[in-house]
């Protein structure tokens, strides 16, 4: 029902971004995460690049596993807010799920910048030694 009401809502006003912001966050928690991605997209095309937008996008994409697709879309919304921890934390965990190498050094390398800035609860310094044995950096 909220899924129609966004949509109706969307027609009726196609330049207002919340609307579109709702409509992607019913079909997330329906499940549907590539519908959700679809409607962020469409804002973004439509109503201009978005940092918020990006890092959801990025999270749809991780919830679909997906996790090149999300890294872009992590790193279009840091070169928005370079400042954020939190899009960094959540790059190197896309980074981490990739299984380059390369990729897994660079997430170490974040998870290491940001471990002094980043909530206990992320883990990170298992993180960080997990990452360390499996690269023979320990």
Request: hydrophobic share 40%; with cysteine.
């Amino acid at each position: 029902l909220a899924r129609k009401y966004y949509q109706l809502l969307i027609n009726d006003d196609p330049n207002e971004g919340r609307y579109r912001w709702n409509l992607s966050e019913c079909y997330a928690k329906m499940d549907r995460p590539d519908e959700a991605v679809r409607v962020l997209t469409e804002a973004v095309d439509r109503l201009g690049p978005n940092p918020v937008a990006y890092s959801q996008i990025a999270v749809n994409y991780i919830t679909m596993a997906k996790f090149d697709k999300a890294e872009i879309y992590f790193r279009k919304a840091i070169e928005f807010d370079p400042k954020n921890v939190s899009l960094w934390i959540n790059l190197a965990h896309t980074l981490n799920e990739q299984g380059s190498r390369e990729k897994k050094e660079e997430a170490l390398a974040i998870y290491k910048l940001y471990y002094i800035d980043t909530p206990e609860l992320f883990k990170l310094d298992s993180l960080i030694k997990a990452l360390e044995i499996e690269l023979g950096q320990n």
